[in-house]
T-cell receptor, first 116, second 111 residues
């Protein structure tokens, strides 16, 4: 399809495990965002890429969180030594233009991470 | 700290009537406001937006109203349809590339 694709759809991890979440944005989209949505909350900003450059990582909750987009398309969000508080839905979004906060974002269906 | 609040976790409306969803935000000079709609097991989808220089924006059955003095945003859906049943998130751009979302309101349209 032509939408934003995220995998896996569900991930169960034991506390302390490392996980990697993948996002395939819409082809040609310049901007890519990661958001974290805890149960009963709205999405919260994690990080922003413009092409391959990570321009804002102010929302990453700790140095256990790392994101990359090496070729300006696919992005991976990696969480090291997962903790129970990392349990959430991780949403990826992309947009055609550089991020200003005013453009329409296209979201993927998310990866639901459960840390046991 | 810039905040966005949706104080009604849920709302039920009869089909054909008007649905009104509300959102309050903290003060900021450079604001842009968006509404996203989310179905279960799907990501949010963009619905409608409004710039801080306007007080109303309309798109078909959806109208967003902005009251800057009250720091209040509302989304009106009329007439409401069963397919409108979803969670609605208000989002505010406070001047950079990121959005701050409210906690959402679950709208249920009763046939």
């Amino acid at each position: 399809g032509a939408g934003v694709s995220q995998s896996p759809r569900y991930k169960v991890a034991k506390r302390g495990q490392d996980v990697a979440l993948r996002c395939d944005p819409i082809s040609g989209h310049v901007s890519l965002f990661w958001y974290q949505q805890a149960l009963g909350q709205g999405p919260e900003f994690l990080t922003y890429f413009q092409n391959e450059a990570q321009l804002d990582k102010s929302g990453l909750p700790s140095d256990r969180f790392f994101a990359e987009r090496p070729e300006g398309s696919v992005s991976t969000l990696k969480i090291q030594r997962t903790q129970q508080e990392d349990s959430a839905v991780y949403l990826c979004a992309s947009s055609l233009v550089p991020g200003t906060g005013k453009e329409k974002l296209f979201f993927g269906s998310g990866t639901q991470l459960s840390v046991l | 700290d810039q905040q966005v609040k949706q104080n009604s976790p849920s709302l039920s409306v009869q089909e054909g009537r008007i649905s009104i969803l509300n959102c309050d935000y903290t003060n900021s000079m450079f604001d842009y406001f968006l509404w996203y709609k989310k179905y279960p097991a799907e990501g949010p989808t963009f619905l409608i937006s409004i710039s801080s220089i306007k007080d109303k924006n309309e798109d078909g059955r959806f109208t967003v109203f902005l009251n800057k003095s009250a720091k209040h945003l509302s989304l009106h859906i009329v007439p409401s349809q069963p397919g409108d049943s979803a969670v609605y998130f208000c989002a505010v751009n406070f001047g950079n590339e990121k959005l701050t979302f409210g906690t959402g309101t679950r709208l249920t349209i009763i046939p």
